[in-house]
């Protein structure tokens, strides 16, 4: 214990010897940890927000259906598909105490007809009470949202936009019946909404589920979609579903982000992106901390002859070295976690960053900085590990040198 502290001491003494060659150091650690902060904190706020979009403006937690076809098939032609039972599915997923709501759903494809003017668009229907309760992430643009009046509908903005649809204007919708004719119907509409997804305002339709029903002449529902009350929640609700089944009728169940592909992949490439960032980071702190302990070696070759004569042991030189390297660690990991921290928080209360509409979203974004503190831990024990890296070369230089050598060092 006595040998570690007057370590300890000796190398912080060496340290302050060359003050400004150690604040140049860690002003390098620093700086790449306080980006590292805002990088992390940029990733993990907007795919926070890319699943927050995604379950509360249209996949909810997860998605009960009768079969996995449903999911690759089921808009197109939904009726192979209907619950026998949907009404006692519902009791018995709320049943679950981390289960909030369940939403009858149907979505189907349709044609809208506007003056002879047609388009083909996505139609999701279920009650409106409770799409407004919990799709918080579908804003209204314009008009009125929807109060359960029959014959009334919203249309995503883009939709509106392409064709020149206002509140108040008439449109027939024509899709294929559950008889297996054509039917058709026409509808006024209340106002347009937005997802924040360019792709899908653009092929939107949204209708309470009676008049839904009403159109496609059926009173059932091929899919249920289900909210919990904490999404940190949904890997262990599934799990257990899917393992217990359901006593209802058979199902198949799919979360959100298995219901969202681009989620995985935006995820998959901001971690890639995040990954070079930190390994550049690991990089400069070892290189910055060897080149600092090299010119310290370089410079006290004889002092560290002098330790040799006096019994000092090659691997106490090494640890010595070694500490050094290690401290200057520990202060630019510190250092760096406070200030990005700080920084980060600043920034936020300062109103965050507003980017113009990213590739594929309809909306402004307003990015504040939220860093993953597990992300913040790994980034100070990997520059520790750089840190101890970085200073062993420069240690192993000197201790493999000769009592005599170092001593005739000029």
């Given at each position: 214990?006595k040998t570690?502290?007057?370590?300890?001491?000796?190398?912080?003494r060496?340290?302050?010897r060359q003050?400004g060659?150690t604040l140049?150091?860690?002003?390098a650690?620093v700086?790449g940890?306080v980006?590292?902060?805002?990088?992390?904190?940029?990733?993990?706020?907007s795919m926070?927000?890319l699943?927050?979009?995604?379950?509360?403006s249209g996949?909810?937690?997860?998605?009960?259906a009768?079969?996995?076809?449903y999911?690759?098939?089921?808009?197109?032609?939904?009726f192979?598909?209907l619950?026998?039972?949907s009404k006692g599915?519902?009791?018995e997923l709320?049943?679950?105490?981390a289960?909030k709501?369940?939403?009858?759903s149907l979505?189907?494809?349709?044609v809208?007809?506007?003056?002879?003017k047609?388009?083909?668009?996505?139609a999701k229907?279920?009650?409106?009470?409770?799409r407004?309760?919990n799709?918080?992430?579908?804003?209204?643009r314009s008009g009125?949202?929807?109060?359960?009046?029959p014959?009334?509908i919203?249309?995503?903005?883009g939709?509106?936009?392409?064709?020149g649809l206002?509140?108040?204007?008439?449109?027939?919708l024509?899709?294929m019946?559950?008889?297996?004719g054509?039917?058709?119907q026409s509808?006024q509409?209340?106002?347009?909404?937005?997802s924040g997804i360019?792709?899908a305002d653009?092929v939107?339709?949204?209708l309470d589920l009676?008049d839904a029903?009403?159109?496609l002449g059926t009173?059932?529902?091929?899919?249920?979609?289900?909210?919990?009350e904490?999404?940190e929640?949904?890997?262990?609700?599934?799990a257990?579903l899917?393992a217990?089944?359901?006593?209802?009728?058979?199902?198949?169940i799919?979360?959100w982000?298995e219901?969202?592909?681009y989620?995985?992949?935006?995820?998959?490439?901001y971690?890639?992106?995040l990954g070079v960032?930190r390994?550049?980071?690991?990089?400069v702190a070892?290189?910055?901390?060897?080149?600092t302990?090299n010119?310290s070696?370089?410079?006290?070759?004889?002092?560290i002859?002098t330790?040799?004569a006096?019994?000092?042991?090659?691997?106490?030189?090494?640890a010595?070295?070694v500490?050094e390297?290690?401290?200057?660690?520990?202060?630019?990991?510190?250092?760096?976690g406070a200030l990005?921290?700080l920084?980060?928080?600043?920034?936020?209360l300062a109103?965050g960053?507003?980017?113009?509409?990213?590739?594929?979203?309809?909306d402004p974004?307003?990015?504040l900085?939220?860093?993953d503190p597990?992300?913040?831990?790994?980034?100070g024990l990997?520059?520790l590990?750089?840190?101890a890296v970085?200073a062993w070369?420069?240690?192993h230089?000197?201790?493999?040198?000769?009592?005599s050598?170092?001593l005739?060092?000029v």
């Amino acid at each position: 214990m006595k040998t570690f502290v007057l370590t300890l001491k000796l190398a912080s003494r060496n340290l302050l010897r060359q003050r400004g060659r150690t604040l140049s150091t860690l002003a390098a650690i620093v700086i790449g940890l306080v980006g590292l902060a805002f990088l992390d904190g940029y990733i993990t706020y907007s795919m926070w927000g890319l699943k927050e979009t995604i379950i509360h403006s249209g996949s909810g937690h997860f998605q009960v259906a009768t079969a996995r076809e449903y999911f690759d098939e089921g808009d197109n032609d939904p009726f192979p598909y209907l619950f026998q039972n949907s009404k006692g599915l519902t009791k018995e997923l709320l049943k679950n105490p981390a289960v909030k709501e369940v939403i009858p759903s149907l979505a189907f494809t349709a044609v809208i007809n506007v003056g002879g003017k047609m388009e083909t668009v996505q139609a999701k229907a279920m009650p409106t009470d409770l799409r407004k309760a919990n799709f918080s992430f579908l804003r209204l643009r314009s008009g009125a949202d929807l109060d359960g009046t029959p014959g009334r509908i919203l249309l995503g903005s883009g939709l509106a936009s392409k064709l020149g649809l206002t509140e108040g204007s008439a449109v027939t919708l024509y899709a294929m019946g559950a008889g297996g004719g054509v039917a058709n119907q026409s509808y006024q509409v209340a106002g347009t909404v937005s997802s924040g997804i360019a792709a899908a305002d653009a092929v939107s339709v949204f209708l309470d589920l009676d008049d839904a029903q009403a159109l496609l002449g059926t009173d059932a529902v091929p899919l249920l979609t289900v909210f919990l009350e904490h999404t940190e929640d949904t890997g262990v609700v599934v799990a257990s579903l899917r393992a217990h089944g359901l006593k209802a009728e058979p199902t198949v169940i799919k979360d959100w982000e298995e219901l969202s592909p681009y989620y995985r992949q935006a995820n998959g490439a901001y971690q890639m992106v995040l990954g070079v960032a930190r390994f550049i980071v690991l990089l400069v702190a070892l290189f910055s901390i060897s080149g600092t302990l090299n010119l310290s070696v370089l410079e006290r070759l004889r002092e560290i002859g002098t330790l040799r004569a006096f019994g000092t042991r090659r691997p106490q030189v090494i640890a010595l070295l070694v500490v050094e390297g290690v401290l200057l660690g520990v202060g630019g990991a510190l250092a760096g976690g406070a200030l990005g921290w700080l920084g980060t928080e600043l920034f936020n209360l300062a109103g965050g960053l507003t980017l113009p509409p990213q590739p594929g979203m309809s909306d402004p974004l307003t990015i504040l900085f939220t860093p993953d503190p597990g992300h913040a831990a790994s980034n100070g024990l990997w520059v520790l590990a750089a840190a101890a890296v970085g200073a062993w070369f420069p240690a192993h230089f000197a201790s493999q040198r000769t009592t005599s050598e170092l001593l005739k060092a000029v």
